[in-house]
């Protein structure tokens, strides 16, 4: 797990998370740029927790804890998730034994078509036989602390899921984001809420108007997050609750977590409070 706070804390929704894993897998390692220890008392959610310099953003922390991790091979899989979610909203069982992924090499919860096809980095897994084979040695060998995080994202992100898919490992996800991009009504339309009438014409001018639209709109994480929850992904974005890309009304996204998760809001509101300022 790689993890990065603004004011080098260890938050609530990230313990929560490790929590969660802790009952589920067999070994944690947490990589943290910000924080150099577990609150006293949570130790024991983690086995190996490495402090290290904030630089090369997560794909340098998951380079860092793949390579700490000894005897690989005795591993079914291996998971790299960050802190950028809130959850797991349900079992994270429930994902892990997903029947999409059932079959899958290298697998992750969702796609995205932006700019082109890739599975998005929040959570993604190598499985045995690729752990074990030179190809996710050669990939992590190759990841190189990059200063800018656009240049993360193309160079890694991007292309990761092609890297093997392109080798011939079998490569899945849970939530496949659409093939081709909606219309921009479709997407304006999810956050029309004809009851706060001044907010409306503020959303509808801001979605319709603006140029930058294409580039804004396209995470099926956030215009399609209730497509992917219900398609079994257990995580909401930090993203979009807190610099809500889309000008979302957020209320219904609230109701939607208590109403059909057991996830504590609590949790949310005081993060979101904390890091309110803080670009995503």
């Given at each position: 797990?790689?993890?990065?706070?603004?004011?080098?804390?260890?938050?609530?929704?990230?313990?929560?998370?490790?929590?969660?894993?802790?009952?589920?897998?067999?070994?944690?390692?947490?990589?943290?740029?910000?924080?150099?220890?577990?609150?006293?008392?949570?130790?024991?959610?983690?086995?190996?927790?490495?402090?290290?310099?904030?630089?090369?953003?997560?794909?340098?922390?998951?380079?860092?804890?793949?390579?700490?991790?000894?005897?690989?091979?005795?591993?079914?899989?291996?998971?790299?998730?960050?802190?950028?979610?809130?959850?797991?909203?349900?079992?994270?069982?429930?994902?892990?034994?997903?029947?999409?992924?059932?079959?899958?090499?290298?697998?992750?919860?969702?796609?995205?078509?932006?700019?082109?096809?890739?599975?998005?980095?929040?959570?993604?897994?190598?499985?045995?036989?690729?752990?074990?084979?030179?190809?996710?040695?050669?990939?992590?060998?190759?990841?190189?602390?990059?200063?800018?995080?656009?240049?993360?994202?193309?160079?890694?992100?991007?292309?990761?899921?092609?890297?093997?898919?392109?080798?011939?490992?079998?490569?899945?996800?849970?939530?496949?984001?659409?093939?081709?991009?909606?219309?921009?009504?479709?997407?304006?339309?999810?956050?029309?809420?004809?009851?706060?009438?001044?907010?409306?014409?503020?959303?509808?001018?801001?979605?319709?108007?603006?140029?930058?639209?294409?580039?804004?709109?396209?995470?099926?994480?956030?215009?399609?997050?209730?497509?992917?929850?219900?398609?079994?992904v257990p995580f909401i974005k930090v993203e979009l609750l807190r610099a809500n890309p889309l000008m979302l009304p957020l209320q219904p996204i609230h109701d939607y977590i208590s109403r059909n998760t057991r996830y504590p809001l609590d949790l949310i509101f005081a993060h979101l409070r904390r890091t309110a300022r803080i670009s995503a």
């Open positions: 797990m790689a993890h990065y706070d603004p004011h080098g804390l260890n938050d609530t929704h990230v313990l929560y998370s490790l929590e969660a894993y802790r009952r589920v897998f067999d070994h944690i390692t947490f990589v943290s740029v910000s924080a150099d220890r577990l609150p006293i008392g949570r130790e024991g959610l983690v086995d190996t927790f490495i402090f290290r310099e904030n630089v090369g953003y997560d794909f340098f922390s998951w380079k860092i804890g793949f390579n700490a991790l000894v005897d690989k091979e005795r591993f079914f899989e291996i998971i790299f998730t960050n802190d950028s979610i809130y959850g797991p909203l349900f079992d994270i069982e429930h994902a892990l034994l997903a029947p999409r992924v059932k079959e899958a090499e290298f697998w992750g919860l969702t796609s995205s078509m932006v700019p082109n096809w890739h599975i998005q980095s929040y959570f993604f897994s190598m499985r045995h036989r690729l752990l074990i084979s030179s190809a996710a040695r050669d990939y992590w060998d190759a990841i190189r602390s990059f200063k800018n995080k656009g240049e993360v994202i193309n160079a890694c992100e991007m292309r990761m899921a092609d890297y093997f898919r392109s080798r011939n490992w079998l490569t899945e996800v849970i939530y496949e984001g659409p093939s081709s991009p909606p219309f921009r009504w479709h997407v304006t339309r999810l956050g029309t809420d004809l009851r706060q009438p001044i907010n409306l014409a503020k959303y509808l001018y801001y979605n319709l108007l603006h140029s930058d639209w294409r580039l804004r709109k396209q995470n099926p994480m956030n215009y399609l997050w209730r497509s992917a929850i219900e398609a079994g």
